[in-house]
């Protein structure tokens, strides 16, 4: 790690900060609260780059801390970032118990200036990064917010009826079952308007899966009885959330339209693309969280992702290795979906899949150990810049 002259801890805020900076030899600089300004944080900046070399740490790079990583940058210092459970391990063996914005910037400072390795690093994301992670940011909330709703909306038809939810499965998000939910509730809204009128309405739309719908038909029209509360439930909540789910799809699209205009030059994304499983937000996460520059070999990179096992050692007597619980969640979980994608797609994902399990792996230690395969794969595309290849 670079040796700095100056270490800047800033506890971010949303209107203001705390920011405490040490020099080399341990002497304060700065301790101080500072308004969220842009002017007063560059002023800060400057003034502790009188003492040479700055670096600025924040427990928050994104959303709060964003105008102050921009700022540190601009000034000419160098930024890095404290994660929040490093940050308590490290209050934890410091002086004193209180929770003050003042104290937390203290903690920063000294853990960057005595625990360097602590430290993650902010990636530089101008041009076409900055509007990738917004798109990524974007992307994510609308997911969240589309399985909290098919959750709803599962959870409402449970109660109108259990056996209609279930004959729909997992079909439950395609078009045609959320434009039927959307047009008719459910099905007691199905027995209302009549079997003839649901057919007619059926035949107007584009597809048709002909086996779920005899399915739903079948369901609706069986003998049933009508629980309290479910003609509300099939008026307003079920459409509502059919509604939105087609929503949040078609929004969902045209993120990923965005992503492949901005990447389609990309020769990182090209090559990427070309590995089975590795589909558009695959591509743009790793993209997004991977500089390849800064990561000497694949195994650096694999302990980054968290994939890499955790050693338990002590003596004679305990010895073992298990998953790691840290690492970068957002690349981690495109890893691991991408692993199970590829067992669909990829022989060659399934046979080691495979492999592992008759090792005697659990199904998600095994998807795991093709994360990380997969992930040297990546590694090695986007290094070289060569597309995917199979092995005879």
Not at 14 to 43: P, W
Not at 185 to 204: D, E, L, Q, S, T
Not at 217 to 231: T, Y
Request: glycine content about 6%.
């Amino acid at each position: 790690m670079k040796t700095y002259d100056v270490n800047a801890g800033v506890d971010v805020g949303k209107s203001f900060h705390h920011i405490y900076a040490i020099g080399h030899s341990g002497e304060v600089l700065a301790d101080r609260r500072i308004n969220q300004c842009e002017q007063e944080l560059t002023d800060t900046f400057t003034e502790l780059l009188s003492f040479g070399s700055v670096l600025v740490t924040v427990d928050q790079p994104s959303n709060i801390g964003s105008l102050t990583i921009a700022c540190a940058r601009r000034a000419g210092c160098d930024v890095a970032y404290l994660p929040g459970l490093a940050m308590r391990r490290a209050a934890g063996i410091m002086p004193g118990e209180a929770k003050t914005d003042r104290r937390d910037a203290f903690v920063i400072a000294m853990t960057a200036s005595s625990l360097p390795g602590a430290l993650r690093r902010v990636p530089d994301r101008s041009g076409i990064k900055a509007d990738l992670a917004a798109l990524a940011s974007y992307d994510d909330d609308c997911r969240c917010d589309m399985t909290r709703e098919i959750n709803r909306l599962r959870a409402h038809l449970l109660e109108v009826s259990p056996l209609f939810e279930r004959t729909l499965g997992d079909s439950v998000t395609s078009s045609f079952a959320l434009k039927l939910l959307n047009r008719f509730g459910g099905p007691w809204g199905m027995h209302k308007a009549g079997k003839a009128a649901v057919i007619r309405w059926a035949k107007k739309q584009k597809r048709v899966p002909r086996k779920l719908f005899d399915r739903l038909i079948e369901a609706a029209f069986s003998k049933q009885e009508m629980p309290a509360g479910a003609c509300l439930r099939e008026e307003l909540a079920i459409p509502a959330c059919a509604s939105r789910i087609l929503e949040l799809i078609a929004v969902r699209k045209d993120i990923e339209r965005r992503v492949i205009e901005l990447l389609s030059d990309d020769p990182g994304y090209i090559a990427l693309i070309t590995i089975p499983g590795v589909g558009v937000r695959t591509a743009m996460t790793f993209l997004l969280c991977v500089d390849i520059a800064a990561f000497p070999s694949v195994d650096h990179l694999a302990s980054y992702a968290g994939l890499a096992p955790r050693t338990h050692q002590s003596g004679t007597s305990i010895k073992g290795e298990s998953a790691a619980r840290t690492g970068n969640k957002a690349l981690k979980n495109a890893l691991y979906q991408s692993a199970f994608a590829a067992l669909r797609s990829d022989p060659h994902a399934k046979w080691y899949y495979d492999k592992k399990r008759a090792e005697g792996k659990t199904h998600n230690a095994a998807l795991i150990a093709l994360a990380r395969r997969r992930l040297k794969i990546m590694y090695a595309i986007v290094r070289d810049l060569r597309p995917y290849q199979t092995v005879a």
